[in-house]
Every structure is written in structure tokens, then in C-alpha cells.
């Protein structure tokens, strides 16, 4: 099983950022919320952390677990750790995406998001958010 972490970041309005994956990867041409595999004796939070940084140049500071999801693409599964994070600084560079967009927690339900992370669109649309 594949240990990934997910960034559910809020701007100062409200807003989250979810990217779209681009052509040649996995689950390409849907959106989620960006992150990384965790590597060896790493948490959540520092993994999301390093991978905004490394793949979208933003600073983010982490805050709570949001939740997990398991799903199984064809022969690899996923475990999906989201965690929410407040945007803190940086101008958006995409490296494993196509797009990127600024979405109100009503908007979320209008894109065609990857299957682990509907889990926590719905809790966001739901209000279940810990923020």
C-alpha cells in the first residue's frame, strides 16, 4: 500500500486549492488536492509541507488530520491522509499538474476529483471540516 498525503489548503477568503493532474500520470485529467507519498519515518504534515514546496512552490503550515481514505487504482492502493493547511506564501508552479484553481467549498462537487479524494470533498461540502 502507497502512503500519501493530501493538502486540503484554505486561503484568507475561505477558498481551497485543488489541481488537476496532467497528461502521462496517474489519474491524469482529474482533480485533487495536491500532495506526495510520504517517505520513510515522515508524518502527514511534514510530507505535505515538503511537497507543496517541492512540486508547487507555495508555504503552507499544516493543522489537522481532516481523515483517510483507501482506494485501490487497478494494481496499486492508495492510502489517502488528508490534512487541512492554511496558505502562508508563493506563487503557484505546476509541476505534476495542469491546472490549479481557488474553489469556495460549494464549487468542490463541480470538478471530476480522483476516486480517494471524494471522501473529503463531500465532508468539505458537508461542513465537516474541523476549520
Not at 500532495?35 to 520513510?40: D, F, Q, R, S, V
Not at 503557484?92 to 464549487?107: C, G, I, K, P, S
Request: net charge negative; hydrophobic share 35%; aromatic share 8%.
Amino acid at each position: 500500500m502507497i502512503e500519501v498525503g493530501a493538502a486540503v489548503i484554505e486561503d484568507e477568503r475561505g477558498y481551497i486549492l485543488i489541481a488537476r493532474r496532467k497528461p502521462g500520470k496517474p489519474e491524469e485529467g482529474l482533480w485533487e488536492f495536491p500532495g506526495g507519498k510520504l517517505e520513510a519515518g515522515e508524518t502527514v504534515q511534514s510530507c505535505i509541507k515538503r511537497e507543496l514546496q517541492e512540486e508547487m512552490n507555495l508555504d503552507i503550515e499544516p493543522g489537522e488530520l481532516l481523515g483517510t481514505s483507501i482506494h485501490t487504482y487497478g494494481e496499486r492502493t492508495i492510502r489517502l491522509h488528508a490534512c487541512m493547511a492554511s496558505y502562508k506564501g508563493g506563487e503557484v508552479q505546476l509541476a505534476d499538474h495542469d491546472r490549479y484553481t481557488w474553489v469556495a467549498r460549494n464549487e468542490l462537487s463541480m470538478f471530476n476529483f480522483a476516486p480517494a479524494d471524494l471522501k473529503f470533498v463531500d465532508m468539505l461540502t458537508a461542513g465537516e471540516s474541523p476549520l
